[in-house]
């Protein structure tokens, strides 16, 4: 695609639930990086994948957060259980090579009540 | 750790005035240093990206130059406009791998 793509861009959860958030990388982009972006706050780094394999899961805050890229291509962000200080915007960025130029999403805002 | 500040945390100007905004990094060992525009509720936009090999970058009104040595970046924007009010945030990866450490970044507003 064009860019890189998310989805949703908004969701609204309450405390508990579980929400999968959905990232679209450019296509042939091998890498591919989610963050997490508090408000006021630079992106903070959660997980890394090189083409399906998670290469980085280092930076995901509890084992609440999973993410997954099974066909090297889309990968999904799921987060269980969801609580209050989950709330921030997810961004998904991809690579064409892990040292290259990186692109991001639009990001995808989750607030949880 | 790779620690990265940017400074100022925000700027306000008039436009056409030119300015610098300000990164400096805590561990050298980089291959290279991003910039990014963010507008908000907006994703990021890369600016420039310099490799370590180079001093620096240029794409239209923007120049970032890179001193490795001395763990800084500078990002010079030349006539600014309103058009450019956004968030700047600097990027470098972490020592030995891939993932990047972002600053906080410089809220910009240029004012017509």
């Known amino acids: 695609g064009a860019g890189v793509s998310q989805s949703p861009r908004y969701k609204v959860a309450k405390r508990g639930q579980d929400v999968a958030l959905r990232c679209d990388p450019i296509s042939g982009h091998v890498s591919l990086f989610w963050y997490q972006q508090a408000l006021g706050q630079g992106p903070e780094f959660l997980t890394y994948?090189?083409?399906?394999?998670?290469?980085?899961k280092s930076g995901l805050p509890s084992d609440r957060f999973f993410a997954e890229r099974p066909e090297g291509s889309v990968s999904t962000l799921k987060i269980q259980r969801t609580q209050q200080e989950d709330s921030a915007v997810y961004l998904c960025a991809s690579s064409r090579t892990i040292t290259g130029e990186l692109f991001f999403g639009e990001g995808s805002r989750l607030t949880v009540l | 750790k790779q620690e990265v500040t940017q400074i100022p945390a925000a700027l306000s100007v008039p436009e056409g005035e030119n300015l610098v905004l300000n990164c400096s990094f805590t561990d050298s060992a980089i291959y290279n240093l991003q910039w990014f525009r963010q507008d908000p509720g907006k994703g990021l936009t890369s600016l420039l990206l310099i490799q370590s090999s180079q001093r620096e970058q240029t794409s239209g009104r923007l120049n970032a130059s890179l001193d490795k040595s001395s763990g800084r970046s500078t990002l010079y924007i030349a006539a600014s406009q309103p058009g450019d009010s956004a968030t700047y945030l600097c990027a470098v990866p972490n020592s030995g791998y891939s993932t990047l450490t972002f600053g906080k970044g410089t809220m910009l507003l240029v004012s017509p």
């Open positions: 994948f090189q083409n399906e394999a998670q290469l980085d």
